[in-house]
C-alpha cells in the first residue's frame, strides 16, 4: 500500500506540489484561528455556591446553611469531592466533577438541587447564588480606578455603573468584581432616645419607610375610543423625601416625620475588604473575569480595545492604571515558544545542508516542517487542543523531518554517480523511495505511539500533558502523510541526482565509522557490559536526584499573601497592608503594589480581614537587583515583610499559579496537609503538631497553620421565657441588633438607571457589649424595653472559620518549599508525622497540593508504559518477522536514558513530567535510528552476506542516515534548552533530556547495536516479512 502511494506521488507529482501548497495555505488559516493562551487551563470542572448569612457566626452558619446545602448536593451524578467554607456571614460550597462534565449542565444540576433545600435555611439567609462560569486561567484583567478630586464612594460607584457594565458587554467576559472603595448607601440614623421619648419602635420606622417607597399598577381605564393606564409612582427620590416619610400622626400633636426621630444621609455600606495601593492610599479595583474556555487572547484583546474607549469617556481627574494584564504574559510565552520554533526551523535547516550536502535537498526536507505542523493545526481544531506553551512548544521540528531524511540518504546512496533523468530518473527515485517507504512509515509510527501513555494522563496532569501529546501525535501523522505522499514528488521536481555520496567530510567520517565498526562487532561483549555499567550508574546516581510534578514557571508577577490574627479589624489591616506594600515597593524590582484584605461584596473568596494578598507587578528580570531569580527575592520579601510587620506570616507566589493551586486542592501551596476530624480544637492541636514536626525539614520556606479560633464575637443569646412575659418576638429583637451596624434595608432609591439600598441603623453609642444593650425592642403591648431584658449579650472568642472536605471538617497545614525538589521532601515529611502524631479513631491526614499530580501520574505511567513496550515490540516484531532483531533494537531504549539521566544531574534539574516528556521522545528517535541499521543489516543478510558482515555493512551504510537523523532532532532542541524567556522552565527539562539523551542514544545505536544484531541474528534462519509477497529465508551466517 505504502509503496503504491509513493509511485502515484512521483507519477502525479505536479498535482501533489499543487495540494502541498493548498495544505500550506490552509495551514496558516488554520494558525490565525487557533485559540491561544500561555499555559493550558489545569482546573477541574466546578461550580461554586455562595449564600450570604446576614450576621450568623461561622459555627451557625456551617451548622443551619453549610451542612444542608452540603446534604442537598452530596450523590449529585458525576460530582468527584465537595469543599466547602463557612465564615461570618457567609457560606461557599464547591463541588468538584469529574473531567469531562459538561459546565453549563453542572450548574444546572445545581440549581435544581439548592430549589429543594431553599426552604430549610434560615430567613436571614440570602438565595443561594452561583459563581461566575470561569476557571484558574479565568481572571484576566485587572485595574484600578484613581482620583485626586473624588471621592472613594464616587470612584466605587464609578465602577459599578459606568466601568464594569461596559466591559461585561465585551463577548468572552463572564464578571467585573468590584473591590474597595465604598459602597453607595442611603441611611437613615435612628436616634433610640428620640424613638423612644415618642413612643415609637424600630419595626415602626422600618414599616413606614417600606411603605412609602413603592409603585402600583391600577389597570387602565377607557374613555372616547382610548385607553388610559393607571400607575402610581411612590418611590422614594432622595434625602429630603426620606426624611419627610410619615411614622406616626396622632390627633393631638404634630406627626412624626423620620427626620424627627433620625438622620437621613448618603453613606459607605458595612465593609467587608478593603483595597490599598502602593502604600499610602486606599483604591478602587477592578477585576476582569473571562468565560471559561474562552479564547484568552482574543477576550484580552477586546477588553483593552473597550478599555481605551472607556478611558477617553472618564470624569475630568478620573484615570485608570492597569496593574495585571494577562496578554503580557501570553505574549512573552508566545514569543518564548515561537524564537525557539524559529531558530530550530533555522537550525534544522542549516544541519540538514551541511549533513546532505546538497541544499535543494535540504530544503525539500526542510518544507516538510510547515507542512506537518499545517496538519498538526487541523487536528488540534478538531480535538479542541489550544496553543500554547504546553502543545506548542515539546515540538522537535528535527522530529518532523526523520522520514524524509531517510528517504533522501537512501536516494543519495543508490543514485550517486548515475546520469538519470527523465522517466529515468523518477523510476530510480521511485525504487528506492518504495524500497525505505515501509521501515520509515514503521519508525514514524512507533514514534506516534511513544506518546501514548501521555494520552492516558488524568487530572491536572493530563491536561497538562495531553494537548502536548495531541499535537505531537498530530505533527507525526503530518510527517507521514508527508514523507508517503508529499516528499517523493518534490524529490523528483527539486532535487537532482548526487555527483557524489554526500560532502567529503561525511565520506571520511563514514569510512572512518567503516573501520572502526568490526572492532565494536568484534568487542561486542565488552561494549555491551561498559554500557549496561553506564546505564546501572546514571540510574543509581539520578535515584538521588529527587523529582517533582513541574518546573515553577516565572509569569513576571508575585502574590504575596500576608496571614495574621483572626481578631484583626479590617482597619488595622489596612494600616499593616500600607507597611507593607511600602516593603515591597523598597525592592527596585517591583513596580506597583496593590493590597487586599478580606472579601469584596461579591465574594468569590469566602476569605476574612486576617487574609491579604498584595499583587507586585515586576519590572523585566534584567533590571533586577536585590536578586537573581524568583526564589532569592521570593526570600527576600518573606523575609523583609514577616520581620518588620507585626503579626504577619508571609508566602510567596505568582498569580495563575495562586488561583490554580487554590481552584485544584482548596490550597494556594505546593503541599497541602489535611487534619480530618469532626472536633475543632483537636483539629486546632494536631494541626500545631504536624506544622511543628515539618518545620524543620530542609526545603520549608512558607508554612502556614490555618488559624482558625480566637475570632472575637458579641453573642446575643434569647432569653424566651423572659420574652414571653415580656411580649417580644425574637425577629423584632434581633432586627434591632441587625440595625447596629449593617442595617435592616428596607428598599432602594433609584437614580436614573442606578439604583442604591435604603436601610435602617440604631447605631449603638459605644462598639461593645454594654452599648448594645441599652437598644430599644418593642413589645407586643406597644412599649419599649432595654435589650438587656430578653436577651443576653457577652464578648468572647469562637472560630473565625469552619472548613471542610466532603461534608468533615478539616484544618490545613500549608507548605511552600524553595530549594529542594517536591518528591523527596514530601517523602520525609510523611515519614515524620507518621512517626511522630497518633490519631485517635475519626482523625486522619491527607496529603495534598502539586505532589498528588505528580503521584498519580507516576502510578498511571506505570500501569501503561509496560503496554506500550509490549505493542511497541509486537509492532517491530511485526515489521522484522521475529523477536530477535526486534528485541535489538527495542534493548536500545533503556541504555538511550543514560545521556538524558546525565544531562539532568549535570545541569541539576530533578525528574519532572516534562523530562519524562524528554525521555519518551528519546525513546522515539532510538528506535528510529535503530530500525534504520537493523533494516539494512537483514536487506543485506537475504543478499546472502554473512550475520557479522552484514551487521558492519549495514551499520556503516546506516552511519549518515543516523548522525543526519540525531543531529536535526538534537539541535532542534537546542534554543530550548539555552532559553531563559518566559515558560521556558517547563522546556529546558525535556530538551535537556533530548540533546544530552540523544548523543549517547546515537553513540550507542551505533557502537551497541552492531554488537547486540551480531549476538542475537547468529545462527537465525527464520523468515522475515518483507512486504505483502511471501517472505524470504534469511541466511544464516
Not at 496571614?563 to 489591616?573: C, D, F, G, H, Y
Amino acid at each position: 500500500m505504502l509503496e503504491k502511494l509513493v509511485a502515484l506521488s512521483i507519477r502525479s507529482r505536479k498535482i501533489v506540489a499543487g495540494l502541498l501548497l493548498v495544505v500550506l495555505a490552509l495551514g496558516v488559516v488554520a494558525a490565525r484561528k487557533l485559540p491561544i493562551d500561555a499555559l493550558p487551563d489545569v482546573s477541574s470542572v466546578q461550580v461554586d455556591l455562595l449564600t450570604k448569612c446576614g450576621g450568623l457566626s461561622p459555627v451557625e452558619v456551617e451548622r443551619t446553611v453549610t451542612v444542608p446545602i452540603e446534604k442537598a448536593l452530596n450523590g449529585i451524578p458525576r460530582s468527584s469531592s465537595m469543599r466547602s467554607v463557612s465564615r461570618f456571614g457567609l457560606s461557599s460550597v464547591t463541588v468538584i466533577f469529574e473531567d469531562g462534565t459538561d459546565l453549563w449542565w453542572a450548574r444546572q444540576m445545581i440549581l435544581e438541587r439548592v430549589r429543594q433545600v431553599q426552604a430549610e435555611l434560615p430567613a436571614s439567609a440570602s438565595i443561594p447564588e452561583l459563581a461566575p462560569p470561569s476557571t484558574g486561567l479565568g481572571t484576566i484583567y485587572k485595574f484600578v480606578v484613581q482620583s485626586n478630586q473624588h471621592s472613594p464612594m464616587q470612584l466605587r460607584t464609578l465602577l459599578d455603573w459606568e466601568i464594569g457594565p461596559r466591559l461585561r458587554s465585551v463577548r468572552g467576559v463572564v464578571e467585573v468584581n468590584p473591590f474597595g472603595g465604598e459602597l453607595k448607601q442611603y441611611q437613615v440614623d435612628v436616634d433610640p432616645q428620640k424613638l423612644h421619648a415618642r413612643g415609637l419602635t424600630l419595626n415602626d420606622v422600618i414599616e413606614s419607610l417600606s411603605a412609602a417607597n413603592v409603585s402600583v399598577g391600577g389597570g387602565y381605564v377607557e374613555r372616547e375610543g382610548e385607553s388610559f393606564t393607571i400607575s402610581g409612582s411612590g418611590l422614594l427620590k432622595n434625602e429630603d423625601e426620606i426624611g419627610d416619610v410619615l411614622v406616626r400622626s396622632t390627633k393631638s400633636g404634630p406627626s412624626v416625620l423620620v427626620k424627627h426621630i433620625g438622620e437621613v444621609k448618603i453613606g459607605p455600606a458595612l465593609r467587608y475588604g478593603v483595597v490599598t495601593l502602593d502604600g499610602h492610599r486606599e483604591a478602587v479595583s477592578g477585576l476582569v473575569m473571562m468565560l471559561a474556555r474562552a479564547n484568552s487572547r482574543d477576550v484580552i484583546y477586546a477588553v483593552k480595545q473597550r478599555m481605551e474607549e472607556i478611558k477617553r469617556d472618564l470624569p475630568p481627574g478620573v484615570t485608570i492604571d492597569v496593574l495585571y494584564d494577562r496578554a503580557d504574559f501570553v505574549e512573552r510565552t508566545l514569543s518564548t515558544v515561537a524564537t525557539n520554533l524559529v531558530e530550530g526551523l533555522v537550525i534544522v535547516t542549516i544541519v540538514l545542508a551541511v549533513m546532505l550536502g546538497t541544499v535543494r535537498g535540504a530544503l525539500a526536507v526542510a518544507i516538510g516542517i510547515p507542512a506537518s505542523m499545517a496538519i498538526a493545526l487541523f487536528g488540534m481544531h478538531l480535538f479542541g487542543v489550544t496553543g500554547d506553551l504546553m502543545s506548542l512548544g515539546a515540538i522537535d521540528f528535527g522530529f518532523l523531518v526523520d522520514g524524509p531524511i531517510v528517504i533522501l540518504e537512501g536516494i543519495i546512496a543508490g543514485t550517486a554517480g548515475r546520469a538519470l533523468v527523465g522517466k529515468a530518473r523518477a523510476k530510480a527515485y521511485s525504487d528506492v523511495a518504495k524500497l525505505v517507504i515501509k521501515p520509515v512509515a514503521f519508525a514514524v509510527a512507533i514514534i506516534m505511539l511513544v506518546y501514548v501513555p501521555l494520552l492516558t494522563l488524568e487530572g491536572v496532569e493530563g491536561k497538562m500533558f495531553r494537548p502536548m501529546a495531541i499535537t505531537m501525535a498530530c505533527a507525526l501523522f503530518g510527517a507521514l502523510v508527508f514523507s508517503v505522499m508529499f516528499f517523493p514528488a518534490l524529490l523528483v521536481l527539486v532535487v537532482p541526482p548526487a555527483h557524489d555520496h554526500g560532502p567529503k567530510w561525511m565520506e571520511g567520517l563514514t569510512e572512518l565509522y567503516a573501520r572502526l565498526v568490526p572492532l565494536a562487532v568484534r568487542y561486542r561483549w565488552p561494549v555491551l557490559a561498559a554500557s549496561f555499567a553506564s546505564l546501572l550508574g546514571a540510574g543509581y546516581a539520578f535515584s538521588n536526584a529527587g523529582a517533582e510534578f513541574v518546573p515553577r514557571i516565572f509569569e513576571g508577577d508575585l502574590v504575596l499573601a500576608l496571614q495574621r490574627a483572626p481578631s484583626i479589624s479590617l482597619e488595622e489591616a489596612r494600616r499593616l497592608d500600607l507597611l507593607a506594600e511600602k516593603i515591597v515597593l523598597g525592592f527596585p524590582e517591583a513596580r506597583k503594589a496593590l493590597g487586599q484584605s478580606g472579601r469584596a461584596e461579591m465574594a468569590l473568596d469566602a476569605v476574612g480581614n486576617n487574609n491579604t494578598d498584595i499583587l507586585v507587578p515586576l519590572r523585566p528580570r534584567k533590571e533586577w537587583k536585590s536578586a537573581q531569580d524568583l526564589e532569592g527575592l521570593s526570600t527576600l520579601l518573606k523575609d523583609k515583610i514577616e520581620t518588620e510587620v507585626p503579626s504577619t506570616f508571609a508566602s510567596v507566589s505568582q498569580p495563575i499559579e495562586d488561583l490554580t493551586n487554590q481552584l485544584i486542592a482548596g490550597s494556594r501551596a505546593d503541599v497541602s496537609i489535611k487534619i480530618v476530624g469532626p472536633d475543632l480544637d483537636r483539629l486546632v492541636e494536631y494541626s500545631n503538631k504536624v506544622g511543628e514536626l515539618v518545620r524543620g525539614i530542609e526545603g520549608t520556606a512558607d508554612l502556614k497553620i490555618e488559624r482558625i479560633m480566637g475570632g472575637p464575637r458579641i453573642a446575643a443569646t434569647a432569653d424566651r421565657a423572659r420574652m414571653a412575659r415580656y411580649g417580644v418576638r425574637v425577629r423584632n429583637a434581633f432586627d434591632v441588633l441587625a440595625a447596629s451596624r449593617e442595617g435592616v434595608r428596607v428598599g432602594e432609591i433609584y437614580e436614573d438607571e442606578r439604583r442604591f439600598d435604603l436601610r435602617v441603623f440604631v447605631p449603638p453609642s459605644q462598639p461593645n457589649a454594654e452599648a448594645l444593650s441599652e437598644l430599644f425592642v418593642e413589645t407586643d403591648r406597644g412599649e419599649s424595653i432595654p435589650i438587656r431584658e430578653v436577651v443576653s449579650l457577652e464578648e468572647g472568642d469562637g472560630p473565625s472559620v469552619v472548613k471542610r472536605l466532603d461534608r468533615e471538617r478539616l484544618i490545613r497545614v500549608d507548605v511552600n518549599l524553595r530549594g529542594r525538589d517536591l518528591v523527596s521532601w514530601v517523602s520525609e515529611a510523611r515519614q515524620k508525622v507518621t512517626s511522630g502524631i497518633t490519631l485517635p479513631t475519626g482523625y486522619r491526614i491527607e496529603w495534598g497540593g502539586q505532589f498528588e499530580n505528580f503521584e498519580r501520574a507516576s502510578a498511571r505511567l506505570a500501569l501503561v508504559i509496560p503496554a506500550v513496550i509490549a505493542v511497541i515490540l509486537g509492532m517491530l516484531f511485526w515489521m522484522f518477522g521475529s523477536l530477535r532483531p526486534a528485541f535489538a533494537v527495542f534493548l536500545l531504549v533503556p541504555f538511550a536514558t543514560t545521556g538524558g539521566m546525565l544531562g539532568l544531574l549535570v545541569r541539576g534539574m530533578p525528574f519532572s513530567l516534562p523530562a519524562a516528556v524528554g525521555f519518551i521522545a528519546l525513546g522515539g528517535v532510538s528506535v528510529l535510528n535503530g530500525v534504520v541499521i537493523a533494516t539494512a543489516t537483514r536487506r543485506l543478510m537475504l543478499e546472502g552476506l554473512p550475520v557479522e558482515h552484514a551487521v558492519e555493512a549495514g551499520a556503516a551504510q546506516s552511519v549518515r542516515a543516523v548522525l543526519t537523523t540525531a543531529a536535526v532532532a538534537g539541535l532542534g532542541f537546542l534554543p530550548m534548552a539555552l532559553s531563559s524567556s518566559a515558560g521556558s522552565e517547563v522546556q529546558r527539562p525535556l530538551a535537556t533530556v533530548v540533546i544530552v539523551g540523544i548523543f549517547f542514544s546515537t553513540a550507542l545505536t551505533l557502537v551497541v547495536l552492531p554488537g547486540l544484531l551480531a549476538i542475537l541474528l547468529r545462527g537465525w534462519t527464520e523468515p522475515v516479512v518483507e512486504s505483502d509477497e511471501e517472505p524470504e529465508p534469511l541466511a544464516a551466517e
